[in-house]
Protein backbone atom coordinates (compact mmCIF):
# COMPACT_ATOMS: atom_id res chain seq x y z
CA UNK A 1 0.00 0.00 0.00
CA UNK A 2 2.91 2.31 1.04
CA UNK A 3 6.06 1.30 -1.19
CA UNK A 4 9.17 2.57 -1.67
CA UNK A 5 10.45 3.34 -4.34
CA UNK A 6 13.68 2.81 -6.11
CA UNK A 7 16.23 5.40 -6.88
CA UNK A 8 15.61 4.97 -10.62
CA UNK A 9 11.69 4.77 -10.07
CA UNK A 10 11.69 8.30 -7.92
CA UNK A 11 14.33 9.54 -10.61
CA UNK A 12 12.08 8.86 -13.68
CA UNK A 13 8.97 10.38 -11.44
CA UNK A 14 11.24 13.27 -10.64
CA UNK A 15 12.12 14.00 -14.44
CA UNK A 16 8.17 14.29 -14.70
CA UNK A 17 7.68 16.72 -12.12
CA UNK A 18 9.13 19.98 -10.19
CA UNK A 19 11.36 19.55 -6.81
CA UNK A 20 9.99 22.04 -4.25
CA UNK A 21 10.93 22.64 -0.14
CA UNK A 22 8.47 22.00 2.01
CA UNK A 23 8.11 23.58 5.62
CA UNK A 24 6.52 22.02 8.47
CA UNK A 25 2.36 22.93 8.38
CA UNK A 26 2.13 23.14 5.36
CA UNK A 27 -0.66 21.59 4.01
CA UNK A 28 -0.35 20.16 0.01
CA UNK A 29 -3.86 18.68 -0.48
CA UNK A 30 -6.76 19.76 1.40
CA UNK A 31 -9.81 17.28 1.34
CA UNK A 32 -12.48 18.09 -1.56
CA UNK A 33 -9.24 19.03 -3.76
CA UNK A 34 -9.42 17.89 -7.35
CA UNK A 35 -7.01 14.77 -7.14
CA UNK A 36 -4.27 17.33 -9.63
CA UNK A 37 -1.16 16.20 -8.19
CA UNK A 38 0.74 13.43 -7.10
CA UNK A 39 4.21 14.31 -4.39
CA UNK A 40 6.91 12.08 -3.81
CA UNK A 41 8.94 12.11 -0.71
CA UNK A 42 12.57 13.21 -1.41
CA UNK A 43 13.34 14.77 2.16
CA UNK A 44 11.41 15.13 5.42
CA UNK A 45 7.79 13.35 6.43
CA UNK A 46 4.36 14.31 5.10
CA UNK A 47 1.22 12.91 7.02
CA UNK A 48 -2.49 12.05 5.62
CA UNK A 49 -5.16 12.85 7.86
CA UNK A 50 -8.96 12.24 7.76
CA UNK A 51 -10.21 15.58 9.47
CA UNK A 52 -13.83 15.78 10.89
CA UNK A 53 -15.61 18.00 13.37
CA UNK A 54 -11.86 19.19 14.70
CA UNK A 55 -10.74 16.61 14.91
CA UNK A 56 -7.63 14.70 12.98
CA UNK A 57 -8.04 11.00 12.41
CA UNK A 58 -4.39 9.56 11.19
CA UNK A 59 -4.41 7.34 7.95
CA UNK A 60 -0.82 7.12 7.15
CA UNK A 61 2.82 9.04 7.34
CA UNK A 62 4.78 8.94 3.69
CA UNK A 63 8.89 8.85 4.54
CA UNK A 64 11.68 9.47 2.02
CA UNK A 65 10.98 7.42 -1.75
CA UNK A 66 7.46 6.84 -1.18
CA UNK A 67 4.46 8.93 -2.29
CA UNK A 68 1.43 9.98 -2.16
CA UNK A 69 -1.60 10.08 -4.05
CA UNK A 70 -5.24 7.13 -4.68
CA UNK A 71 -7.65 5.88 -7.13
CA UNK A 72 -8.55 9.79 -7.46
CA UNK A 73 -5.63 10.40 -9.38
CA UNK A 74 -6.83 8.52 -12.00
CA UNK A 75 -10.19 9.53 -12.15
CA UNK A 76 -9.77 13.29 -11.36
CA UNK A 77 -12.43 13.65 -8.78
CA UNK A 78 -11.76 15.66 -5.16
CA UNK A 79 -10.06 14.10 -2.48
CA UNK A 80 -10.79 12.41 0.27
CA UNK A 81 -7.89 13.57 2.99
CA UNK A 82 -6.43 16.07 3.83
CA UNK A 83 -1.90 16.21 3.08
CA UNK A 84 0.29 18.41 5.51
CA UNK A 85 4.16 18.51 6.02
CA UNK A 86 5.25 17.18 9.47
CA UNK A 87 9.18 17.15 8.58
CA UNK A 88 10.27 20.15 6.80
CA UNK A 89 12.39 18.74 3.36
CA UNK A 90 11.69 18.62 -0.50
CA UNK A 91 8.97 16.68 -2.22
CA UNK A 92 8.95 16.62 -6.38
CA UNK A 93 5.31 17.50 -7.25
CA UNK A 94 4.01 15.95 -10.41
CA UNK A 95 0.79 17.18 -12.33
CA UNK A 96 -2.23 14.50 -12.85
CA UNK A 97 -1.76 14.96 -16.52
CA UNK A 98 2.05 14.21 -16.57
CA UNK A 99 1.67 11.26 -14.29
CA UNK A 100 -1.36 9.84 -16.44
CA UNK A 101 0.87 9.89 -19.87
CA UNK A 102 4.06 8.33 -17.55
CA UNK A 103 1.53 5.22 -16.44
CA UNK A 104 0.59 4.31 -20.06
CA UNK A 105 4.69 4.63 -20.93
CA UNK A 106 6.40 3.10 -18.09
CA UNK A 107 5.17 -0.88 -17.61
CA UNK A 108 7.07 -0.90 -14.02
CA UNK A 109 6.41 2.35 -12.48
CA UNK A 110 2.45 1.78 -13.57
CA UNK A 111 2.48 -1.48 -11.78
CA UNK A 112 3.47 0.35 -8.49
CA UNK A 113 1.70 3.27 -8.74
CA UNK A 114 -1.74 1.57 -10.11
CA UNK A 115 -1.10 -1.16 -6.82
CA UNK A 116 -0.72 1.35 -4.32
CA UNK A 117 -3.42 3.15 -5.55
CA UNK A 118 -5.92 1.05 -5.61
CA UNK A 119 -5.27 -0.87 -2.16
CA UNK A 120 -5.41 2.85 -0.56
CA UNK A 121 -9.00 3.75 -1.76
CA UNK A 122 -9.75 -0.27 -0.72
CA UNK A 123 -8.34 1.49 3.05
CA UNK A 124 -10.67 4.42 2.81
CA UNK A 125 -13.36 2.12 1.82
CA UNK A 126 -13.05 -0.34 4.57
CA UNK A 127 -12.19 2.26 7.44
CA UNK A 128 -15.57 4.89 6.34
CA UNK A 129 -12.65 7.37 5.44
CA UNK A 130 -14.92 9.61 3.54
CA UNK A 131 -16.43 12.82 2.69
CA UNK A 132 -20.04 11.51 3.23
CA UNK A 133 -22.12 10.56 5.62
CA UNK A 134 -25.69 8.84 5.03
CA UNK A 135 -28.47 8.74 7.41
CA UNK A 136 -31.45 6.40 6.41
CA UNK A 137 -33.55 3.67 6.96
CA UNK A 138 -33.69 0.19 5.79
CA UNK A 139 -37.36 0.30 5.27
CA UNK A 140 -36.94 3.55 3.01
CA UNK A 141 -35.99 2.26 -0.45
CA UNK A 142 -33.76 5.16 -1.26
CA UNK A 143 -31.25 4.18 1.50
CA UNK A 144 -30.09 0.68 -0.31
CA UNK A 145 -30.37 2.38 -3.55
CA UNK A 146 -27.63 5.42 -2.51
CA UNK A 147 -25.94 2.64 -0.21
CA UNK A 148 -25.33 0.65 -3.26
CA UNK A 149 -24.54 3.33 -5.61
CA UNK A 150 -22.10 4.98 -3.61
CA UNK A 151 -20.66 1.30 -2.96
CA UNK A 152 -20.42 0.43 -6.34
CA UNK A 153 -18.48 3.45 -7.23
CA UNK A 154 -16.03 2.77 -4.26
CA UNK A 155 -16.42 5.84 -2.76
CA UNK A 156 -16.63 5.72 1.02
CA UNK A 157 -19.38 6.39 3.60
CA UNK A 158 -20.53 6.55 6.79
CA UNK A 159 -23.83 5.25 7.47
CA UNK A 160 -26.02 6.28 10.47
CA UNK A 161 -29.02 3.70 10.59
CA UNK A 162 -32.45 5.30 12.47
CA UNK A 163 -33.89 2.03 13.07
CA UNK A 164 -30.66 1.61 15.98
CA UNK A 165 -29.84 5.21 16.91
CA UNK A 166 -32.47 7.20 18.47
CA UNK A 167 -30.07 10.14 18.78
CA UNK A 168 -29.95 10.27 14.77
CA UNK A 169 -33.94 9.61 14.50
CA UNK A 170 -34.26 12.93 16.92
CA UNK A 171 -32.39 14.97 15.24
CA UNK A 172 -34.25 13.98 11.87
CA UNK A 173 -37.53 14.86 13.32
CA UNK A 174 -36.31 18.16 14.86
CA UNK A 175 -35.65 19.08 11.31
CA UNK A 176 -39.01 17.32 9.72
CA UNK A 177 -37.41 15.08 8.00
CA UNK A 178 -40.72 12.45 6.90
CA UNK A 179 -40.05 8.89 5.99
CA UNK A 180 -40.54 10.02 2.41
CA UNK A 181 -37.41 11.97 2.38
CA UNK A 182 -34.89 9.14 3.73
CA UNK A 183 -31.96 8.86 3.25
CA UNK A 184 -30.35 12.06 4.32
CA UNK A 185 -26.74 12.20 2.46
CA UNK A 186 -24.65 14.93 4.49
CA UNK A 187 -21.61 15.71 1.62
CA UNK A 188 -18.84 17.39 2.05
CA UNK A 189 -19.62 17.97 5.93
CA UNK A 190 -21.54 21.41 4.11
CA UNK A 191 -24.24 20.20 1.91
CA UNK A 192 -27.54 18.18 2.95
CA UNK A 193 -29.20 16.32 0.56
CA UNK A 194 -33.00 14.49 1.18
CA UNK A 195 -33.36 11.51 -0.62
CA UNK A 196 -31.29 12.53 -3.60
CA UNK A 197 -31.15 11.07 -7.12
CA UNK A 198 -27.98 9.00 -8.24
CA UNK A 199 -26.78 11.89 -10.31
CA UNK A 200 -27.76 14.83 -7.20
CA UNK A 201 -25.22 12.45 -5.13
CA UNK A 202 -22.54 12.04 -8.47
CA UNK A 203 -22.77 15.74 -9.02
CA UNK A 204 -22.66 16.91 -5.14
CA UNK A 205 -18.90 14.29 -4.73
CA UNK A 206 -17.86 16.10 -8.09
CA UNK A 207 -17.71 12.41 -9.96
CA UNK A 208 -17.71 13.91 -13.20
CA UNK A 209 -15.91 17.52 -12.71
CA UNK A 210 -12.78 16.45 -14.32
CA UNK A 211 -14.51 15.28 -18.09
CA UNK A 212 -14.75 18.16 -20.86
CA UNK A 213 -18.96 16.40 -22.12
CA UNK A 214 -18.89 19.27 -24.62
CA UNK A 215 -15.17 17.87 -26.38
CA UNK A 216 -16.35 15.77 -29.39
CA UNK A 217 -14.95 12.13 -28.97
CA UNK A 218 -13.51 9.43 -31.89
CA UNK A 219 -15.53 7.07 -30.02
CA UNK A 220 -18.60 6.84 -27.23
CA UNK A 221 -19.24 3.83 -25.26
CA UNK A 222 -22.99 4.18 -23.79
CA UNK A 223 -22.79 1.62 -21.00
CA UNK A 224 -20.17 0.43 -18.57
CA UNK A 225 -21.03 -3.55 -18.40
CA UNK A 226 -18.45 -5.88 -19.15
CA UNK A 227 -18.72 -5.20 -22.87
CA UNK A 228 -18.55 -1.36 -22.52
CA UNK A 229 -15.37 -1.76 -20.44
CA UNK A 230 -13.50 -3.81 -22.95
CA UNK A 231 -14.58 -1.19 -25.38
CA UNK A 232 -13.01 1.79 -23.54
CA UNK A 233 -9.95 -0.35 -22.42
CA UNK A 234 -9.06 -1.52 -26.04
CA UNK A 235 -10.46 1.91 -27.59
CA UNK A 236 -8.02 3.74 -25.31
CA UNK A 237 -5.41 1.78 -25.02
CA UNK A 238 -5.23 1.78 -28.90
CA UNK A 239 -5.03 5.70 -29.28
CA UNK A 240 -8.71 6.60 -29.48
CA UNK A 241 -10.20 9.22 -27.33
CA UNK A 242 -12.97 7.70 -25.50
CA UNK A 243 -15.82 8.75 -23.39
CA UNK A 244 -17.77 6.10 -21.44
CA UNK A 245 -21.61 7.46 -20.30
CA UNK A 246 -23.31 5.36 -17.37
CA UNK A 247 -26.37 5.69 -15.78
CA UNK A 248 -25.45 4.07 -12.42
CA UNK A 249 -22.13 2.87 -11.91
CA UNK A 250 -19.32 0.45 -14.04
CA UNK A 251 -20.46 -3.19 -13.73
CA UNK A 252 -23.56 -3.59 -15.30
CA UNK A 253 -25.78 -6.43 -14.36
CA UNK A 254 -22.71 -8.40 -13.77
CA UNK A 255 -20.97 -5.63 -11.32
CA UNK A 256 -24.09 -7.30 -8.85
CA UNK A 257 -22.70 -10.55 -9.31
CA UNK A 258 -21.40 -12.02 -5.82
CA UNK A 259 -18.69 -14.94 -7.51
CA UNK A 260 -18.14 -15.23 -11.24
CA UNK A 261 -16.22 -18.16 -10.97
CA UNK A 262 -16.32 -19.31 -14.84
CA UNK A 263 -14.95 -16.34 -16.14
CA UNK A 264 -11.00 -17.05 -17.74
CA UNK A 265 -8.11 -16.36 -15.94
CA UNK A 266 -9.77 -16.50 -12.22
CA UNK A 267 -9.84 -19.86 -11.05
CA UNK A 268 -10.95 -19.29 -7.91
CA UNK A 269 -13.78 -16.81 -8.93
CA UNK A 270 -13.84 -12.98 -8.86
CA UNK A 271 -16.85 -10.65 -7.61
CA UNK A 272 -18.29 -8.70 -10.21
CA UNK A 273 -18.00 -5.72 -8.03
CA UNK A 274 -14.05 -6.31 -8.20
CA UNK A 275 -13.63 -7.20 -11.93
CA UNK A 276 -15.25 -3.97 -12.59
CA UNK A 277 -13.48 -2.43 -10.52
CA UNK A 278 -10.49 -3.96 -12.26
CA UNK A 279 -11.56 -3.06 -16.08
CA UNK A 280 -12.96 1.06 -14.94
CA UNK A 281 -9.23 1.24 -13.61
CA UNK A 282 -7.82 0.09 -17.36
CA UNK A 283 -10.12 2.01 -19.12
CA UNK A 284 -8.52 5.18 -17.08
CA UNK A 285 -4.99 4.48 -17.38
CA UNK A 286 -5.53 3.94 -20.87
CA UNK A 287 -6.99 7.38 -20.93
CA UNK A 288 -10.66 6.86 -20.97
CA UNK A 289 -12.88 8.94 -19.26
CA UNK A 290 -16.17 7.94 -17.52
CA UNK A 291 -19.17 9.96 -17.22
CA UNK A 292 -21.54 8.36 -14.10
CA UNK A 293 -24.94 8.62 -13.31
CA UNK A 294 -25.48 10.32 -16.42
CA UNK A 295 -28.16 8.45 -18.78
CA UNK A 296 -28.68 8.66 -22.36
CA UNK A 297 -32.17 10.31 -23.13
CA UNK A 298 -32.19 9.97 -26.92
CA UNK A 299 -30.09 9.20 -29.85
CA UNK A 300 -29.95 11.57 -32.59
CA UNK A 301 -31.41 9.74 -35.97
CA UNK A 302 -29.52 12.78 -38.02
CA UNK A 303 -27.35 10.71 -40.60
CA UNK A 304 -25.15 13.44 -40.73
CA UNK A 305 -23.80 13.73 -37.06
CA UNK A 306 -23.70 10.58 -34.11
CA UNK A 307 -24.38 12.70 -31.30
CA UNK A 308 -26.33 11.44 -27.77
CA UNK A 309 -29.23 13.82 -25.94
CA UNK A 310 -28.27 12.79 -22.11
CA UNK A 311 -31.32 13.01 -20.19
CA UNK A 312 -29.55 15.92 -17.87
CA UNK A 313 -28.95 17.92 -20.61
CA UNK A 314 -25.56 17.47 -21.95
CA UNK A 315 -25.49 16.59 -26.32
CA UNK A 316 -22.50 14.29 -26.70
CA UNK A 317 -20.67 14.11 -30.22
CA UNK A 318 -18.92 11.26 -31.50
CA UNK A 319 -17.41 9.89 -34.78
CA UNK A 320 -18.44 6.58 -33.97
CA UNK A 321 -20.46 5.04 -31.12
CA UNK A 322 -20.63 1.80 -29.19
CA UNK A 323 -24.03 0.56 -27.63
CA UNK A 324 -23.36 -1.33 -24.85
CA UNK A 325 -26.03 -0.82 -22.39
CA UNK A 326 -27.19 -4.09 -21.41
CA UNK A 327 -30.46 -5.25 -20.30
CA UNK A 328 -32.02 -5.60 -16.83
CA UNK A 329 -34.08 -8.67 -15.21
CA UNK A 330 -37.56 -8.76 -16.08
CA UNK A 331 -39.99 -7.21 -13.65
CA UNK A 332 -42.37 -10.06 -11.91
CA UNK A 333 -46.15 -9.47 -13.23
CA UNK A 334 -47.57 -8.52 -9.91
CA UNK A 335 -49.90 -5.47 -8.87
CA UNK A 336 -48.17 -4.97 -5.91
CA UNK A 337 -44.27 -5.16 -6.78
CA UNK A 338 -43.67 -1.10 -7.16
CA UNK A 339 -44.66 -0.90 -3.44
CA UNK A 340 -41.97 -3.16 -2.74
CA UNK A 341 -39.32 -2.58 -4.45
CA UNK A 342 -36.27 -1.81 -2.43
CA UNK A 343 -38.13 -2.73 0.63
CA UNK A 344 -38.61 -6.33 -0.09
CA UNK A 345 -37.82 -7.13 -3.73
CA UNK A 346 -34.17 -6.55 -5.25
CA UNK A 347 -32.81 -7.02 -8.39
CA UNK A 348 -28.90 -7.72 -6.69
CA UNK A 349 -27.79 -9.73 -4.22
CA UNK A 350 -24.26 -8.05 -2.98
CA UNK A 351 -22.89 -7.48 0.54
CA UNK A 352 -25.04 -4.46 1.06
CA UNK A 353 -28.43 -6.33 0.30
CA UNK A 354 -27.20 -9.36 2.26
CA UNK A 355 -27.21 -7.12 5.19
CA UNK A 356 -30.62 -7.04 5.53
CA UNK A 357 -31.78 -10.39 5.50
CA UNK A 358 -29.41 -11.85 7.85
CA UNK A 359 -30.72 -15.33 9.72
CA UNK A 360 -34.42 -14.80 7.79
CA UNK A 361 -35.67 -16.54 4.78
CA UNK A 362 -35.30 -15.31 1.30
CA UNK A 363 -36.62 -16.01 -1.88
CA UNK A 364 -34.36 -16.10 -5.06
CA UNK A 365 -36.39 -15.71 -8.55
CA UNK A 366 -34.52 -17.28 -11.43
CA UNK A 367 -32.71 -20.47 -12.69
CA UNK A 368 -30.00 -19.00 -14.78
CA UNK A 369 -26.17 -18.66 -13.36
CA UNK A 370 -27.27 -14.66 -11.79
CA UNK A 371 -30.11 -16.69 -9.89
CA UNK A 372 -27.92 -19.62 -8.97
CA UNK A 373 -24.92 -17.34 -7.54
CA UNK A 374 -27.53 -15.12 -5.43
CA UNK A 375 -28.21 -18.23 -3.95
CA UNK A 376 -25.44 -19.67 -2.97
CA UNK A 377 -24.25 -16.30 -1.88
CA UNK A 378 -27.43 -15.16 0.12
CA UNK A 379 -27.30 -19.34 1.48
CA UNK A 380 -24.26 -18.30 3.57
CA UNK A 381 -25.65 -15.98 5.94
CA UNK A 382 -29.62 -16.65 5.35
CA UNK A 383 -31.83 -19.19 7.32
CA UNK A 384 -33.40 -20.50 3.88
CA UNK A 385 -33.24 -19.90 0.52
CA UNK A 386 -36.03 -20.90 -1.37
CA UNK A 387 -34.63 -21.18 -5.07
CA UNK A 388 -37.89 -20.75 -7.42
CA UNK A 389 -37.77 -21.52 -10.89
CA UNK A 390 -40.37 -22.14 -13.81
CA UNK A 391 -39.19 -24.97 -15.34
CA UNK A 392 -38.68 -28.01 -14.35
CA UNK A 393 -35.40 -28.74 -13.78
CA UNK A 394 -32.13 -25.92 -13.87
CA UNK A 395 -29.71 -28.27 -16.19
CA UNK A 396 -31.06 -26.14 -19.31
CA UNK A 397 -30.22 -22.92 -17.72
CA UNK A 398 -27.46 -22.88 -15.21
CA UNK A 399 -24.06 -24.04 -14.91
CA UNK A 400 -23.19 -27.83 -13.60
CA UNK A 401 -21.27 -26.55 -11.08
CA UNK A 402 -23.64 -24.03 -9.90
CA UNK A 403 -26.15 -27.32 -9.74
CA UNK A 404 -23.81 -29.10 -7.76
CA UNK A 405 -23.54 -26.87 -5.23
CA UNK A 406 -26.93 -25.80 -4.99
CA UNK A 407 -28.04 -29.63 -4.55
CA UNK A 408 -25.70 -29.69 -1.87
CA UNK A 409 -26.46 -26.97 0.07
CA UNK A 410 -28.70 -27.86 3.30
CA UNK A 411 -29.86 -24.28 3.48
CA UNK A 412 -31.32 -23.82 -0.28
CA UNK A 413 -34.81 -25.06 -1.15
CA UNK A 414 -35.15 -25.51 -4.88
CA UNK A 415 -38.74 -25.46 -5.75
CA UNK A 416 -39.12 -26.16 -9.81
CA UNK A 417 -42.44 -25.52 -11.55
CA UNK A 418 -42.87 -22.44 -8.88
CA UNK A 419 -43.91 -19.07 -9.50
CA UNK A 420 -44.67 -16.44 -6.95
CA UNK A 421 -48.48 -15.00 -7.42
CA UNK A 422 -48.67 -12.13 -4.71
CA UNK A 423 -46.57 -10.31 -2.29
CA UNK A 424 -48.34 -8.98 0.87
CA UNK A 425 -46.94 -6.26 3.64
CA UNK A 426 -47.29 -2.85 4.71
CA UNK A 427 -44.31 -0.59 4.61
CA UNK A 428 -42.10 -3.42 4.05
CA UNK A 429 -42.74 -7.09 2.60
CA UNK A 430 -44.07 -9.28 4.78
CA UNK A 431 -45.00 -12.67 3.22
CA UNK A 432 -44.96 -14.30 -0.31
CA UNK A 433 -47.49 -16.11 -1.56
CA UNK A 434 -46.48 -18.66 -4.58
CA UNK A 435 -48.04 -21.49 -6.94
CA UNK A 436 -46.31 -25.36 -7.10
CA UNK A 437 -47.12 -26.19 -10.55
CA UNK A 438 -46.81 -29.63 -9.97
CA UNK A 439 -49.39 -29.84 -7.26
CA UNK A 440 -51.16 -26.89 -8.42
CA UNK A 441 -51.81 -24.92 -4.81
CA UNK A 442 -50.98 -21.86 -3.49
CA UNK A 443 -48.83 -21.54 -0.02
CA UNK A 444 -48.22 -18.42 2.03
CA UNK A 445 -45.09 -17.93 3.41
CA UNK A 446 -43.52 -15.33 6.25
CA UNK A 447 -40.69 -14.14 3.37
CA UNK A 448 -39.41 -9.77 3.79
CA UNK A 449 -36.74 -10.57 1.22
CA UNK A 450 -37.35 -11.72 -2.45
CA UNK A 451 -34.31 -11.60 -5.09
CA UNK A 452 -35.42 -11.13 -9.40
CA UNK A 453 -33.24 -12.62 -11.14
CA UNK A 454 -35.00 -13.73 -14.03
CA UNK A 455 -35.39 -12.89 -17.96
CA UNK A 456 -33.78 -10.16 -19.27
CA UNK A 457 -35.10 -6.58 -21.01
CA UNK A 458 -32.98 -4.46 -23.45
CA UNK A 459 -32.19 -1.21 -22.33
CA UNK A 460 -33.29 0.44 -25.63
CA UNK A 461 -36.24 2.73 -25.04
CA UNK A 462 -33.80 5.66 -25.34
CA UNK A 463 -33.12 4.61 -28.91
CA UNK A 464 -36.78 5.53 -30.10
CA UNK A 465 -36.46 4.02 -33.17
CA UNK A 466 -33.44 5.37 -34.64
CA UNK A 467 -32.15 1.54 -34.93
CA UNK A 468 -33.76 -1.61 -36.61
CA UNK A 469 -35.07 -4.01 -33.58
CA UNK A 470 -35.86 -7.74 -33.19
CA UNK A 471 -39.17 -8.29 -31.81
CA UNK A 472 -38.03 -8.49 -27.97
CA UNK A 473 -36.38 -4.59 -28.49
CA UNK A 474 -32.92 -6.04 -28.95
CA UNK A 475 -30.58 -4.13 -31.19
CA UNK A 476 -30.41 -5.92 -34.37
CA UNK A 477 -26.92 -6.26 -36.65
CA UNK A 478 -24.27 -7.40 -39.09
CA UNK A 479 -26.10 -10.01 -40.95
CA UNK A 480 -29.38 -10.54 -38.64
CA UNK A 481 -30.22 -6.80 -40.61
CA UNK A 482 -32.41 -7.85 -43.26
CA UNK A 483 -32.91 -5.75 -46.50
CA UNK A 484 -36.44 -4.64 -45.41
CA UNK A 485 -34.44 -3.34 -41.91
CA UNK A 486 -31.61 -1.41 -43.81
CA UNK A 487 -34.19 -0.03 -46.35
CA UNK A 488 -36.66 1.12 -43.58
CA UNK A 489 -33.42 2.66 -41.75
CA UNK A 490 -32.57 4.42 -45.16
CA UNK A 491 -28.76 2.72 -45.14
CA UNK A 492 -26.71 5.18 -47.36
CA UNK A 493 -23.89 3.00 -47.77
CA UNK A 494 -22.52 1.00 -50.78
CA UNK A 495 -21.34 -1.80 -48.17
CA UNK A 496 -23.10 -4.29 -46.20
CA UNK A 497 -22.82 -3.51 -42.19
CA UNK A 498 -19.88 -4.87 -40.31
CA UNK A 499 -20.22 -7.29 -38.24
CA UNK A 500 -21.66 -6.39 -34.84
CA UNK A 501 -22.73 -2.52 -36.87
CA UNK A 502 -26.29 -1.80 -36.49
CA UNK A 503 -28.33 -0.19 -38.99
CA UNK A 504 -26.72 3.17 -38.92
CA UNK A 505 -23.22 3.41 -40.17
CA UNK A 506 -20.95 3.73 -37.08
CA UNK A 507 -22.72 2.82 -34.46
CA UNK A 508 -21.99 -0.93 -32.92
CA UNK A 509 -24.14 -3.08 -30.77
CA UNK A 510 -22.26 -5.47 -27.80
CA UNK A 511 -23.29 -7.51 -24.79
CA UNK A 512 -26.60 -8.21 -23.87
CA UNK A 513 -28.22 -5.68 -25.15
CA UNK A 514 -27.57 -7.22 -28.36
CA UNK A 515 -29.65 -9.54 -30.71
CA UNK A 516 -28.55 -13.12 -30.47
CA UNK A 517 -25.70 -12.89 -28.10
CA UNK A 518 -24.38 -14.96 -25.91
CA UNK A 519 -25.50 -13.75 -22.17
CA UNK A 520 -21.94 -14.22 -20.54
CA UNK A 521 -19.32 -12.17 -19.62
CA UNK A 522 -16.56 -13.06 -21.33
CA UNK A 523 -18.48 -13.22 -24.61
CA UNK A 524 -19.18 -9.46 -23.67
CA UNK A 525 -15.84 -8.94 -23.07
CA UNK A 526 -14.97 -10.40 -25.99
CA UNK A 527 -17.60 -8.54 -28.03
CA UNK A 528 -16.31 -5.12 -27.28
CA UNK A 529 -12.76 -5.96 -28.10
CA UNK A 530 -14.51 -6.91 -31.55
CA UNK A 531 -16.03 -3.44 -31.94
CA UNK A 532 -13.08 -1.43 -31.10
CA UNK A 533 -11.47 -3.07 -34.62
CA UNK A 534 -14.44 -2.59 -36.65
CA UNK A 535 -14.34 1.42 -35.32
CA UNK A 536 -11.22 1.37 -36.38
CA UNK A 537 -12.03 0.17 -39.67
CA UNK A 538 -14.91 2.84 -40.19
CA UNK A 539 -12.78 6.12 -38.73
CA UNK A 540 -9.64 5.09 -41.25
CA UNK A 541 -12.30 5.35 -44.34
CA UNK A 542 -12.58 8.20 -46.02
CA UNK A 543 -16.08 9.55 -46.42
CA UNK A 544 -16.54 8.07 -49.74
CA UNK A 545 -16.09 5.06 -48.49
CA UNK A 546 -18.13 4.86 -45.36
Not at 134 to 141: F, N
Not at 148 to 174: G, I, K, Q, V, Y
Not at 402 to 424: G, K, N
Request: hydrophobic share 45%; with cysteine; proline share 5%.
Amino acid sequence: MFPGLTPSQAECLAAHGRRRRVERGEVLVQPGDAAAHLFVVKAGALEIVRPFEGVDTPVATLGPGTFSGEASMLSGRPGLVLIRVVEPGEVVEVERERLLALIQADGELSEVLLRAFLLRRVKLFAHSIGDVVLVGSDRAPGTLRVKAFLTRNAHPFSALDLDRDAEARHLLDRFDVGMAELPVLICRGDVVLRNPTDREVADCLGFNDAVDQAQPRDLIVVGAGPAGLAAAVYGASEGLDVLVLEAGAPGGQAGSSSRIENYLGFPTGISGQELAGRAYTQAQKFGAEVVVAEAAGSLSCDVSQLAIQTEAGPRLTARTLIIATGAEYRRLPLADLPRFEGVGVYYAATFVEAQLCQDEDVVVVGGGNSGGQAALFLAQTARCVHLLVRSTGLAESMSRYLIRRIESSPTIDLRTRTEIVALEGGEHLERVRWRDGSAVREEDHDVRHVFVMAGAVPNTRWLDGCLALDAKGFIKTGQDLSATDLAAAGWPLARAPHLLETSRPGVFAVGDVRSGSTKRVSAAVGEGSIAVTLVHQVLDMKPAQL
